[in-house]
C-alpha cells in the first residue's frame, strides 16, 4: 500500500496562452496529510516564449542578446492551503483558480508584463564564468566561518 503522505505525482490542470507570449503552466500537487486532511498546492508557472523574450531582451539589454546562456524566462507562483478537509478540497482549488484568474491574469495579461518579467530575472541572474568555471564568483558563495564575537564576552575590569 503506498504511503498516502509520500511526494505527489504533479496534475496536470491546464496551460493557457495568453496575447502577449506569456505561457502559464497550472499543475496541482496536493497530497493527503492524514485522514481526510489535504495539503492543497496549486502551482502556477508562468513562462514568456522565446521570441517574446528575445524583443524584451532587445528593448532592455541588447548586450545580452548574443549570449550563449540566459536565464529562463520564468516565474513560479504557488497557492496552498494546509489541512484541508476532503470535502472542501475541489471547492477550495477552484477557488485558487477563480483567484488566480481575477487578479493575475489582467496583470499577466499587459503587454508590459512580459518585460517586465525578463528584466526581473535578468536583474537576478548572474552569467557564467567565462570557461565555464565559477572561480570568479566564488568569493559570493565561500564561508568564512564563524564570525568572531569573543569580544562581546571579554571581562571589562580585570582583564
Avoid at 508562468?46 to 542578446?65: F, G, N, S, W, Y
Avoid at 496552498?80 to 477563480?98: G, K, N, P, T, Y
Wanted: net charge negative; charged share 30%.
Amino acid at each position: 500500500m503506498p504511503n498516502p503522505t509520500s511526494s505527489p505525482t504533479p496534475r496536470p490542470l491546464g496551460t493557457r496562452r495568453l496575447a502577449n507570449g506569456i505561457t502559464v503552466t497550472i499543475t496541482d500537487h496536493s497530497r493527503r496529510l492524514a485522514g481526510d486532511r489535504w495539503h492543497l498546492r496549486v502551482e502556477f508557472l508562468v513562462r514568456v516564449d522565446d521570441e517574446t523574450a528575445r524583443q524584451c531582451l532587445a528593448r532592455i539589454a541588447p548586450q545580452h542578446l548574443d549570449s550563449g546562456s540566459l536565464p529562463a524566462w520564468e516565474r513560479l507562483i504557488v497557492r496552498e492551503r494546509h489541512f484541508v478537509d476532503e470535502h472542501s478540497l475541489d471547492e477550495l482549488r477552484q477557488a485558487m483558480l477563480d483567484d488566480f484568474d481575477r487578479s493575475l491574469t489582467p496583470y499577466l495579461a499587459s503587454p508590459r508584463s512580459p518585460e517586465r518579467l525578463v528584466a526581473e530575472r535578468l536583474r537576478d541572474w548572474r552569467p557564467p564564468a567565462p570557461g565555464g568555471t565559477a572561480a570568479p564568483y566564488a568569493h559570493l558563495d565561500a564561508d568564512d566561518g564563524p564570525a568572531d564575537f569573543s569580544f562581546l564576552f571579554r571581562n571589562q575590569k580585570g582583564e
